[in-house]
């Protein structure tokens, strides 16, 4: 269990002091998938990366099984905004870097890795260096490594932005898989309204300046979901909808 | 300050601005240079070999070298210079050691380890002094090391003895604290061996003979009279290099004025053709000469002060 | 407060230490004097010193300035024709691993005795520093960026002030300090020869005359000139660099 | 094909530009000697002068090593503390601004006539350009690869090895190569000094003897020698960092 | 006018040769809105900067207004798919950069990008520096720099993936209104059909490996055109679909 206790952020810098974050509350049960949305800027990666113990709150802390985040746990894993693969390193030797520093069992993370690049289309690339990827390659190629340990809590931040809604998919299915099989916590961050509805078990609608959490809207679809049509597409147009109103600028909620 | 009708030169001293070099500031001081109508820039040389090749560029017109190093020069090279008065009719190389190693005459060098200046005039003719003192020398080893280390290796005891100029004896005591350097001069067995010599370009001495000869006489006389005062000597240094020390440079004043003058009494500043031909054939012999060379190769002999004074 | 303090606590370790050694290692004060020695000598003859250190620490300026001028206008054509590169390295590493101390009467013959042999020594130890660095430091702008000026049809001269030279300061800095740090050197061993001034002539003196004390003093200067020259660097680059902050 | 080439037309443009500079100058030969004069002494003495090259070489590469050996793990310290680096720089620098010719003879007296004092002033030389450059290189690491080593729970070691270290890696070999042409200088001076091989020998042999062309000959290898060497650097370079392309 | 003629483009990297483009033939029209889909890794980004003059393509050229391109041209932005922003010049100066290169009017220049970063919600972030800024921040200001010249052509490579649904939407009217007042022409990468088809007249589906046009389809929708529901949400839907269908793996088309 996750539990963000009264977080503030803020930040100083060229432009003044940036208030990020103020007085958030949250608690994230475990295996449970929560997605983030709000609008850019509104403090979301701030939010994961204090989560994440790469940023100390301004005041405030997090608590995940009941020990204060102070730095990163091993048994959390983050996959940043831009994707920070190493430039000297190939594809493979990118997705295997938590099997090195996290002292993974080596066979086992390599047959992973295997497993993951062709999961995320890209066997043959195994040998490629990252400037040698598109976009999206290198972004599948973040996800890998953040997925090959497999951690007790995974915290994503815009993992899919620069997919295509194909590989969207198939990789929601198997985050959606990876849940149920290992009872992983998912906080993940989004600008598609569609993927958080799709994926998430409570949407957390933040609104900018200061960063504060907005609503909190419970995805009561059952599962497996999937997009186009279904039982449920009723249901999930409504929260659609809801959420686009929920992000709206002028404080409608 | 200078007056216009004064020619301008430069003149490089041997090395530094020690006492031994001092003379020329005390022709400087005591207005021998204007006397004779010259206007002189006093400049700290750095060993025979710059000071060939800065008098030989043009960047001085006048400067003081060891005779044996011109004379390996002049003989290997087409240096245009020439010799046109002696600074010291004997030359100050010795050997030194410290009281208490066992050696107290040349003999006891045979041997040793002995650290000099690579090629410097102690190393090259020192078969020649060897041969002369009447001891076997080939079994010496020399360690060719820089300058101002010297002192150093012979007071840590990393060598027996070390190259010096007899000038040196504070230079050496002062790094050797309480123990008394023995001094083994290489004139008391080679005496036709020549010290430092003052040069000018053999362009200057065939073009203009006369201001040479006044020039010298000038330096000379500076010369003479640094001899003859050395304590005088060691103030004017000092007051012309407040980095050097009067009572210091005094003292190397006084260890030099015999070598200045000569064992036979010759005139200050005069040079022996005969003599000139002995240090030729021992540098030959020694190696360090491979090609025909004739004292007037190296000496402007009618521009040098008369052998008898 | 910490940034004046630090180096200075550095300094004072330095001395403590050099003291110790001195002390423990049982040396001469033939070889290493004592700092108290050092300190009298520095007290007794800090006008005539001072003198000679403005001597060196102006044409040390002169020719790290120098360096600056030619070295980085080099590096640009350097790092933009592989060719001028392949052809010129050979030279820029002979001249560069010339014996300075071999080379330095022959600059005093060509030019005499003045400031000019030593900033040209000064020119020829800082060149080669500043040349590398610079060539390395714009060479390695990220693809992005080059493709970025290429793409608003920025010019040579543009693309090279507005964004190679930017990205390369970081690394231009490390050639300056390291030049820096050896221009003191090149100003001194040039004065070792044709020199009646600055702290290379009062170090050969006092070498010719076993005057450790003097000589030591001549170089705690000449370090003193040297840390000074090179935070001055330091400053520049904290003016000029401030965007680049440190991980 | 055109690496090995371009130098060395670039290698024969040097030669050639010396020569032209002999005799447009009109340098006199006691002062600079022509290349035939020098390719003449180099074909007569050329075994006695390549196993003096090779002493020197042998010297420059202990040296250069340790200098490697001892530089990064140093400025992997100075990159990790700030307090230490701002302690420690003051006395870096002032080894570093230490004329090495004055320091020599120090050397010499401590250490005897050995190899000792040689390797030491190669490392003294070598060491502030690689400390300098490695830690600005270290330093560097963009904020996003510190917090994926963060992150991932990386010890200090790995993040030293697995992503400081590559990334600063292209700056290590500015210094590197910084070093190395100027390495060869460190031996060459330790043997002014107090040696009976090597080309500083020869160098300050030739000086007494007058024999120009000796010197110069001897220069000759020196130049060549640190060509070689810095050539060997930058092919390790390629070796090591090829994933970082010029742009 | 635009036109791709016979463009073949092929890497060699580590993992070999890799056929990013084969027989690419396309004629854009002047003033036209393209759009590009297809699957992440399929050429899309190559072929922009293929017609941006930035790579040389293998064989084929391209054709602006008659002129073949060897080099970017003056009127030309392209607005890459990495913000590219220059780490060390304030957010104000970075968008000002064109400004300098193109030597375009000061006084307008800067006008001009007071209000971009007034409509793209970056007022107050003017001095701040690239790495003060969240990444849909970062994209926002390589945006206002790609719009201050007010080029002839705008070349975008998924220029809205880090922001939210609402700054898209705001961003696509002022897109779609620049078109309508200066006539400019669009090739605009993206991954989400729904931005595909709200702003295209013609959307180009590539296939991958080797990349190269599928099919093209006219969006036959009038303007102007919003999200959401209007009178020709039906074909909306229609293309929509199409268009999924389209990029799906097997060769169904
Ligand atoms: N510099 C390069 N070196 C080698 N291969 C490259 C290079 N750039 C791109 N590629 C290859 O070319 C293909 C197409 O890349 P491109 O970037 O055009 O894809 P894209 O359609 O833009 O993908 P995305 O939607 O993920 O950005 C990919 O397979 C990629 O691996
Ligand atoms: N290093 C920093 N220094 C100063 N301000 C910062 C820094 N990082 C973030 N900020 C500010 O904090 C606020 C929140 O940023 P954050 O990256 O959390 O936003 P976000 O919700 O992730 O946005 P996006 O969807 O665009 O990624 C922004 O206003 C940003 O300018
Ligand atoms: C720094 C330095 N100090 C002194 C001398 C002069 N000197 C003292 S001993 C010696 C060798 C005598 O055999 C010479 C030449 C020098 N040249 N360089
Ligand atoms: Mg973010
Ligand atoms: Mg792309």
Redesign the pocket.
């Given at each position: 269990m996750i539990s963000i206790e009264s977080v503030d952020h803020r930040f100083r810098g060229r432009a003044g002091e940036v208030q990020a974050l103020a007085g958030i509350d949250l608690t994230v049960e475990t295996g449970e998938f929560l997605t983030l949305v709000g609008r850019s800027g509104c403090g979301k990666s701030t939010l994961l990366r204090i989560v994440a113990g790469l940023l100390t709150p301004t005041s405030g802390r997090v608590v995940i099984d009941g020990e204060p985040v102070r730095r990163p746990r091993r048994d959390v894993s983050f996959m940043f905004q831009k994707s920070a693969l190493l430039p000297w390193r190939s594809v493979l030797a990118n997705v295997l870097l938590p099997a090195e520093t996290l002292r993974l069992d080596q066979a086992a993370a390599r047959r992973r890795a295997g497993e993951l690049l062709e999961l995320t289309g890209l066997t043959g690339?195994q040998k490629?260096l990252p400037?040698?990827?598109?976009?999206?390659?290198?972004?599948r190629v973040a996800l890998c490594r953040a997925l090959l340990s497999e951690p007790r809590v995974l915290l994503m931040d815009e993992p899919f932005s620069?997919?295509?809604a194909l590989t969207r998919e198939e990789l929601s299915i198997e985050l959606q898989r990876i849940r149920q099989e290992q009872d992983t916590t998912f906080v993940f961050v989004t600008h598609s309204i569609e993927e958080a509805v799709l994926l998430a078990d409570r949407v957390v609608v933040m609104r900018a300046r200061p960063g504060g959490i907005r609503r909190i809207v419970e995805v009561d679809v059952p599962r497996p979901r999937s997009l186009g049509h279904h039982a449920h597409a009723g249901r999930v147009t409504e929260l659609s909808a809801e959420l686009h109103e929920l992000l709206l600028p002028n404080e409608a909620a | 300050e200078s007056s216009p009708d004064l020619a301008k030169v430069t003149y490089l001293t041997s090395f530094n601005t020690f006492g031994r070099d001092a003379y020329a500031y005390v022709a400087a001081e005591k207005g021998f240079f204007e006397e004779a109508g010259f206007d002189v820039e006093i400049k700290p040389g750095t060993g025979s070999g710059d000071v060939m090749k800065l008098i030989a560029g043009g960047q001085a017109d006048y400067g003081v070298a060891d005779f044996s190093a011109v004379a390996v020069a002049l003989a290997n090279q087409d240096l245009p210079l020439t010799s046109v008065g002696m600074i010291h009719q004997q030359s100050l190389a010795a050997l030194v050691t410290l009281e208490g190693t066992g050696i107290s005459e040349p003999a006891d060098l045979a041997g040793k380890t002995i650290a000099d200046q690579a090629g410097s005039t102690v190393t090259v003719l020192f078969p020649a002094y060897a041969k002369a003192a009447g001891f076997d020398g080939s079994g010496v080893k020399f360690v060719p090391s820089a300058p101002p280390s010297l002192p150093q290796l012979l007071a840590s005891g990393k060598v027996d003895a070390v190259g010096q100029f007899v000038v040196g004896k504070g230079l050496i005591e002062a790094a050797a604290k309480d123990r008394e350097a023995v001094f083994l001069p290489y004139s008391d067995v080679l005496p036709d061996l020549y010290g430092n010599t003052l040069l000018t370009t053999t362009e200057t001495a065939e073009s203009n003979p006369e201001q040479v000869q006044k020039f010298s006489a000038a330096l000379l006389k500076g010369l003479q009279y640094s001899i003859e005062n050395p304590d005088e000597t060691g103030e004017i240094l000092a007051a012309a290099q407040p980095t050097q020390d009067a009572a210091v440079a005094a003292g190397e004043v006084k260890l030099m004025a015999p070598y200045v003058t000569g064992e036979d009494g010759a005139a200050i500043g005069a040079i022996d053709e005969a003599r000139v031909q002995g240090v030729i054939d021992e540098l030959t012999k020694g190696g360090a000469i491979t090609k025909d060379v004739t004292p007037a190769d190296l000496v402007s002999f009618d521009l040098t002060p008369p052998a008898e004074p | 407060m910490r940034r004046v303090f630090l180096p200075l606590l550095g300094v004072a370790l330095t001395i403590a230490g050099w003291w110790l050694a001195v002390i423990v290692l049982e040396i001469e004060d033939y070889l290493v004097p004592t700092p108290p020695q050092v300190l009298n000598t520095l007290a007794e003859r800090w006008a005539v010193l001072l003198e000679h250190t403005w001597t060196t620490a102006w044409e040390t300026i002169r020719g790290f300035a120098l360096a600056i001028v030619l070295g980085v206008p080099f590096a640009v054509l350097l790092a933009g024709s592989r060719i001028f590169e392949q052809m010129v390295y050979p030279l820029l590493i002979t001249v560069n691993s010339l014996p300075k101390v071999a080379i330095a009467p022959i600059l005093v013959v060509w030019m005499g005795f003045g400031a000019g042999p030593k900033i040209v020594m000064v020119l020829l130890l800082c060149f080669f520093p500043i040349v590398l660095a610079t060539t390395a430091g714009l060479k390695s702008t990220p693809a992005e960026i080059v493709e970025l000026a290429r793409s608003l049809d920025a010019g040579r001269l543009k693309t090279f002030w507005a964004f190679r030279l930017p990205q390369a300061l970081p690394q231009v800095f490390v050639g300056l300090k390291t030049a820096i740090s050896l221009a003191v050197i090149g100003a001194v061993i040039a004065e070792f020869v044709g020199a009646d001034a600055g702290l290379g002539f009062i170090i050969v003196q006092s070498g010719a005359s076993s005057d450790t004390a003097l000589a030591f003093a001549a170089m705690v200067l000449l370090s003193l000139l040297s840390i000074v020259l090179f935070y001055a660097v330091q400053l520049a680059e904290r003016l000029l660099v401030p965007w680049a902050s440190e991980h």
């Open positions: 690339f490629a400037k040698e990827l598109s976009g999206g390659m290198q972004q620069a997919l295509d | - | -």
